[in-house]
């Protein structure tokens, strides 16, 4: 049972299958049974709850009128007030999407009975008045051995006929799989049964590329792929389809539901009647050579062998007398080898044994560490007086504060003391004159400095400019009236 999960309505929950933001699939297990069953629960968190209910309700009534080994089969509803679910047959197998991720070549192996069990459940809807309305990958479950279940029946319909399908005029909203979506479902037209066939033709499409046949990078654009746009053929992508498949296929993708098909029975036929591969597909087989007998018991006697692989290499010596005198053969020429080897490892022993009685050998000494270069020295110097600046002054006589006289500057006239006068100049020099006192810089008033401002000239504001005109029609973004595809 899966843990964490409580019992629903006395079932027992034994795993999660899978689900969305609407609905959850669990595998449970039916209380006094046993029996796995399938339950599609719905999520009362949801915004559209209420109206999510009325949609597996609806599909629920749908399904249990549906009665055909290829669809799954209906077991139950419940709409309660604490849960709300549908109870199916749980068929264990992984989706045809998940396939054709996992094992596309797997899924060519089956094509043939895919084929056959998608006709089937399509052509038992269709003889019931249903239209499924959303073929696709993920609604098709397909185990081993190719047995197919069709799922989903949540946007089926009753197909309307005679006057109800010529005046049935357009549907209120689209629903479907933008990928998968028939043109008529995109113009909002009524559905019919070739509706199914548009859808099944790119489902047949993706099985043999691994690729759709429309793609684009917005979903309108995809929408207007399906009206409108010439899928390539599916033999441009894998060049084993053959031209009879390319032609079925591009009839069911025709943009003209008439031209897909009379009905289910006719599409049938033609899909059993077809070549679907230029090449039979044939079951992939391991790329290993066949182990020789020989190379076998080598290896066999080469492992540490237990009993049942000795058993094994018993009775493959006993039944085959030839391969006993290989292995023996085999084994006699390693077993000289090892005393070779051992032989030539003793005397080795010997050999440095002898040395050693007359020479002991001297000790590994670890290498020296490296030693780096000094630096050449610099011869000493004897310290040297440092010059003084001026010559020694005589000192003041005690109880004297008188200043000492300045020592007389080269280039300078010197003062003279009083009372004497200067000595007479030899010829060619000019007269000495006495030092005269610095010019004294001129004193500026304390008042401001007066400042001529001369006006620069303004540049002129640029005139407002005019609104814009409104643009054209032709100018507005293109807008596509395709309403979204849920």
């Given amino acids: 049972m899966s843990a964490g999960i409580e019992p629903i309505d006395n079932y027992q929950v034994a795993s999660f299958i899978a689900g969305g933001g609407s609905s959850q699939v669990f595998e449970v297990i039916e209380p006094g049974t046993n029996r796995r069953l399938a339950m599609k629960l719905i999520t009362n968190s949801h915004p559209d709850a209420k109206e999510n209910k009325a949609s597996l ?18 077991e139950g509803f419940t709409n309660g007030r604490e849960f709300t679910y549908m109870l199916m047959e749980y068929f264990r197998a ?11 070549h797997g899924v060519h192996l089956r094509m043939k009975k895919l084929l056959e069990g998608l006709s089937g459940a399509l052509q038992h809807m269709h003889d019931r ?35 109800g ?42 099985v043999l590329t691994g690729k759709t046949p429309f793609q684009a990078p917005t979903p309108n654009e995809l929408l207007q792929k399906h009206i409108s746009a010439t899928p390539p053929m599916a033999s441009e992508f894998n060049p084993n389809v053959t031209p009879d498949m390319d032609r079925l296929i591009a009839k069911l993708l025709s943009k003209k539901p008439d031209a897909r098909g ?27 050579e066949d182990e020789k007998p020989a190379s076998l018991l080598e290896q066999m006697d080469a492992a540490k062998l237990d009993s049942r692989l000795d058993a094994k290499r018993s009775e493959l010596v006993r039944n085959n007398p030839e391969l006993a005198a290989h292995f023996s053969e085999q084994k006699r020429k390693r077993d000289e080898e090892a005393k070779a ?36 020295t610099m011869p000493m110097m004897p310290p040297q007086p440092y010059p003084a600046p001026y010559p020694p002054q005589p000192m ?43 010019p004294q810089a001129p004193a500026f008033p304390n008042a401001a400095i007066p400042v001529t401002i001369v006006p620069q000239p303004t540049k002129p504001s640029p005139a407002p400019k005019a609104p814009s005109p409104p643009p054209a029609d032709d100018e507005l973004d293109f807008m596509t009236e395709l309403p979204d595809i849920s």
């Avoid at 696709?136 to 197919?148: A, C, Q, S, Y």
């Avoid at 679907?276 to 044939?282: D, G």
């Avoid at 010997?350 to 007359?358: C, E, F, V, Y």
């Avoid at 009372?419 to 060619?428: D, K, L, N, V």
């Fill in 396 to 438: 003041y006589p005690p109880g004297m504060g008188q200043p000492l006289p300045m020592p007389p500057m080269p280039g300078y006239p010197q003062p003279l003391p009083p009372g004497m006068m200067a000595p007479p100049q030899p010829p060619g020099f000019p007269p000495v004159q006495p030092p005269q006192p610095l």
């Fill in 165 to 206: 399908a010529l005046f049935g005029g357009k549907q209120t909203i689209i629903q479907g799989t933008r990928t998968y979506i028939a043109p008529e479902t995109i113009r909002k037209r009524t559905p019919v049964f070739q509706t199914d066939f548009y859808s099944l033709g790119i489902l047949l499409y993706e």
């Fill in 262 to 288: 009379k009905d289910m029975a006719e599409v049938a036929g033609e899909l059993r009647r077809v070549r679907i591969f230029k090449e039979e597909i044939v079951e992939k087989t391991e790329n290993k």
């Fill in 341 to 376: 080897k051992k032989d030539k490892m003793a005397a080795m022993k010997i050999k440095g044994a002898g040395q050693g009685a007359s020479a002991a050998p001297a000790p590994v000494q670890p290498p020296a560490a490296p030693v780096m270069p000094m630096m050449p």
């Fill in 94 to 104: 992984p989706t045809l999407k998940v396939q054709l991720k996992m094992d596309q």
């Fill in 129 to 163: 008045g249903f239209i499924h309305r959303d073929i696709k990958p993920e609604n098709v479950l397909m185990n081993k051995v190719g047995e197919v279940r069709l799922i989903d029946f949540s946007l089926s319909v009753r197909a309307k006929s005679g006057l």
């Fill in 57 to 74: 309700k609806a599909e629920a009534a749908v399904c249990k009128l549906l009665d055909h080994p290829n669809i799954i089969h209906y």
